[in-house]
């Protein structure tokens, strides 16, 4: 049997303050770690915990992989690691580039994403000081592409997809800018005009239908709906539409320390959670339970509405705000999928069911801090707003006559046509679109930094 470990540091922000020591363990197919504040981080003033369930003290979580889907990473630190697409990009690179054979662990998946791209604002680097952070390039590059390289970048994608020969040269750079990314379709970050960071979600060879231009509308659709969304816009790549979505954990001067809704749940998988759940840990956690629990049951009647098919819990996130306290994310990865059987990826609550239903979202509006009157009010405005905007921005996205009876009834439904029925006789009710953090807090450079 096989046995290796490791340790390494774990940092956070662009000034990388030290938070605390990772080991690692492998025994055969069985993986380990704990974690351990550093005393620096406990006595730093501005110090916060990574995850609610690892309050700040001085002793050691361990961790271990139950099963094909547990991590054996803490949750904040499995949140940082890649998913699908992301991992194949890595086992290919270490296999080709590397000559690697031996197992993959996650902590090799850990180590393998890129620093400057990687989720939130934990970083890794070797038990040294002077090492730099993993994975990175020297005195503070990075490889991450302007925009303009959209072409060159789908084209080596499409050869991925393809199994076509591709140089070395072009898979490691696809593994530094596209593993840092969850999901499973091809992605990868591009640096915008103005030197933001986005997210290129390019349309994949294997597609049958324009997900990207329907996802871009459906976010755009949010916004108008009043909900918290990413800036998103529509582009292309060799002629095939690219999603581009600004990464909503950065702003010009730092990094913004991200969880998701299954790290926040402690959940083993992404399946295991619900809604009302989620409402429970906002009350404790959130810096403003009332907005993010409303936020919360008007993603839910979205979600609905739009017939999203991917609201799961690591599509759900929080980002911290200040004063050991979280608050929503804005709502990504939000994909309308018309099937004959709604089902909801996250159930509304734990005895609900996974049935994507409003009037079972309405019978739990209590649960929501909210009257049924006013439940019904919201869902109703937010109908009448998708209904008559999605064509609109349908044709603004170039989808053709083929896309739109493709996407039809994930816009023009049973439960759609039940929000429409409603009509509040009183006034209608579209909450003002939630503010973004608010940047004296969330700031990683200024929330980890221990000087006054």
Not at 57 to 71: C, H, Q, T
Not at 176 to 194: H, N, W
Not at 201 to 212: A, G, P, Y
Not at 337 to 349: F, M, N, V, Y
């Amino acid at each position: 049997m096989e046995n290796s470990q490791c340790t390494l540091r774990i940092c956070i922000g662009a000034a990388g303050a030290d938070v605390g020591i990772l080991r690692f363990e492998f025994q055969g197919t069985r993986q380990f770690s704990s974690f351990q504040y550093s005393s620096d981080w406990l006595e730093n003033p501005r110090r916060f915990a990574i995850s609610p369930s690892m309050p700040l003290n001085p002793n050691p979580y361990f961790n271990r992989g139950d099963g094909a889907r547990a991590s054996p990473l803490p949750s904040a630190l499995a949140d940082t690691t890649p998913d699908s697409w992301g991992r194949n990009i890595i086992r290919k690179d270490m296999k080709e580039n590397g000559g690697i054979t031996a197992p993959i662990t996650e902590v090799d998946y850990l180590t393998a994403v890129d620093d400057f791209s990687r989720l939130g604002a934990l970083r890794v680097k070797t038990d040294t000081d002077q090492s730099p952070f993993l994975s990175s390039n020297p005195v503070g590059r990075h490889e991450i592409p302007p925009i303009m390289e959209l072409d060159d970048l789908g084209r080596s994608i499409a050869d991925i997809e393809r199994r076509n020969p591709i140089t070395a040269a072009a898979l490691r750079r696809l593994r530094q800018i596209g593993s840092p990314l969850g999901g499973a379709r091809p992605k990868c970050s591009v640096i915008d005009t103005d030197g933001s960071l986005l997210v290129a979600k390019f349309t994949s060879r294997l597609d049958q239908d324009n997900v990207e231009a329907a996802e871009v509308l459906t976010l755009q659709l949010a916004e108008r709906c009043g909900l918290l969304v990413p800036e998103a816009r529509l582009d292309f790549s060799d002629g095939l539409p690219v999603a581009l979505i600004k990464r909503f954990d950065r702003t010009p001067t730092g990094r913004i320390p991200y969880i998701s809704a299954q790290t926040m749940l402690e959940t083993p998988d992404a399946t295991s959670g619900s809604y009302t759940r989620i409402a429970d840990l906002l009350r404790s956690h959130s810096s403003d339970p009332r907005r993010d629990i409303t936020e919360l049951f008007r993603r839910i009647a979205f979600t609905i509405l739009v017939s999203n098919a991917d609201d799961h819990l690591k599509n759900h996130g929080f980002l911290y705000d200040g004063d050991g306290k979280w608050r929503l994310a804005p709502m990504f990865d939000v994909n309308p999928s018309p099937e004959r059987h709604r089902e909801l990826k996250t159930p509304i609550s734990d005895i609900s069911g996974a049935a994507a239903s409003l009037e079972t979202l309405i019978e739990h509006a209590i649960f929501f801090d909210l009257h049924q009157d006013d439940a019904v009010s919201i869902i109703n405005s937010m109908a009448s707003i998708i209904s008559s905007n999605w064509l609109i921005l349908a044709e603004q996205f170039r989808m053709d006559h083929q896309d739109i009876q493709t996407f039809h009834d994930a816009f023009d439904h049973d439960d759609m046509r039940l929000a429409l029925s409603w009509r509040d006789t009183t006034k209608s009710v579209v909450p003002a679109k939630s503010e973004e953090p608010d940047s004296k807090n969330v700031e990683i450079e200024k929330a980890s930094d221990p000087s006054p």
